[in-house]
């Protein structure tokens, strides 16, 4: 990793999280061609036409998105998740451990700007399955069954993952806004506040917290999303303000 190392900035030591980011990758950009020029500020410098991202301002991004995430977390805001490519495949896991809905297929356009006819059909979704589980679809003929099953299915395809999303969400994780364009767009629009890890060919503006990273490699992005759930497992655990730790109940003999 020696060689590795000399690419970021060697007059400073390097320490164990930075490291821990170079074996994941996560200082990889884009080609420069591809790169934002807004992004700039998070390039460290360039090998074989690749921009190399700066990790020590990986790690200053990560913290605020982490401080902010936790104290949201804490606070019980809903969080919705976002990764439809194959290397985010642990976004679905992460969401399912704390049950927070996610998008893992396909975003539907008007999820966030249309939500009440999102909130509607999601219900009617609900309903259906709810109905097939306790039989009340027995009382309909086969043909008109194998409709209802082939609805709930294509239902599940659409809203498998936004069953707990039951009000707008007060904050979005995305992998890649490049890839989400319309998911970060819906979220600006509804002044939501945006957690995203993003490469160089990202643009910054009205993402609140802007984690740059590889967002081509699954080891990188397993690594993000193992930061987030460990600040969301932080923020649940929390004291309340004002909480102290329980006290012992008093056994003794009162006079």
Known sequence: MAEETTLFRTELPVDPEIEEMIQAGVFFGRKKSKTNPKMQEFVFGNRGGIEIIDLYATQGSLERALTFLKE???????????????MAQGVEALAK????????????????????????????????????????????????????EKEIHKLSELFGGLEALEKLPEVLVVVDPVVHHTATREAKRARIPIVAFANTDADPDGIQYLVPGNTKSAKSIAWFLEKI????????????????KEEKPDTAPHE
């Open 72 to 86: 949201k977390v804490h606070a019980g805001a809903l969080t919705l998740f976002v990764g439809t490519q194959p």
């Open 229 to 244: 759930r460990a600040a969301i497992q932080e923020g649940k655990l929390m004291p309340a303000a004002g909480e102290t």
């Open 97 to 148: 451990e704390f049950g927070f809905p996610f998008v893992t297929k396909r975003w539907l356009g008007g999820t966030l700007t249309n939500f009440k006819t999102l909130e509607e059909r999601i219900l009617h979704f609900k309903k259906l399955k709810t109905d097939l589980a306790s039989g009340v679809l027995q009382k309909y003929t086969k043909k008109e069954r194998v409709e209802f």
